[in-house]
């Protein structure tokens, strides 16, 4: 189905940063030569991106992200935005996250802003630094998410299955990806308004079926690495042999003719309403 697999460990840093708990990226392409970068900022890895799909534009490309692509059924008409549900709140994300060169954005001033708009306080995205608590941010978790639920579809699957994803409203924390998220959706926002039609969205764009056989065509996906049994060398960054490891994974599902299973998952028809139009599904999470 691909000719190249790209594995993106994000990170919400608020400075350069390379190393343990920042921004890896892994590329495997077609020949099987597998590379690993480490980007200091969020900036400089989306000019990565964008020179690799320059650079072969016929390759056929899986790109899997490691943060959520949308957020829990209703979010979007709580805040009262208007049309496709994640395209409005994408749209939104990208309006207001600022995001520099060096890393420095505004994510905790837009979830209390969020906060504001959805509930009048400080729920449901939460955890901060105690300089960035306000009426409507709080650095510990609230009582109630104010009728919004706490983890999406995707991440109650796994949740039955003994595993334990976090949920898109906890913004800080280890292992939070709430402002992976919010920085994550801004960014691939831009960078689709740069690649034009060549970058789908699964299943947003794509609906739960295989991406289109398209020379050059980019499909990101959603993706939660931690599914997946991992060996880390002595001295080896957990990271990068996380992104290495998940894209040696897929290459290796698509390769057994599995991989096109991952796009169609089995849901009710509820659940695939709901992930369709707004909260997104992680790749490989099968009920």
Known sequence: MFDRFVVVDWSANSTPKRGRDSIWVAVLDHSGSLWV???ATRAAAERLLLELFEKDRA???LVGVDFSL???HGTAAA???AGTPWSSMWALLADRITDDDRNANNRFVVASELNRRLTGGAAPFWGCPPSAASDHLATTKPSTSAGLAQFRATEEVLRCQGLYPFSAWQLLGAGAVGGQSLLGIARLHDLRSRLSDRVHLWPFTTGFRPPPPVDGAIVVAEIWPSMLALDVNDGEVRDAAQVAATARWLAATDSEGRLETFFSPVLR???????L???GWALGVLP
Do not use: C, K, R, W
Request: aromatic letters at 4%.
């Open 269 to 275: 028809p509820d659940v695939s309403t709901a992930a």
């Open 277 to 279: 139009e707004e909260e």
């Open 37 to 39: 970068e480490n980007p």
């Open 59 to 61: 390759a056929a490309t």
């Open 79 to 81: 805040l009262g935005l």
């Open 70 to 72: 949308g957020f829990p």
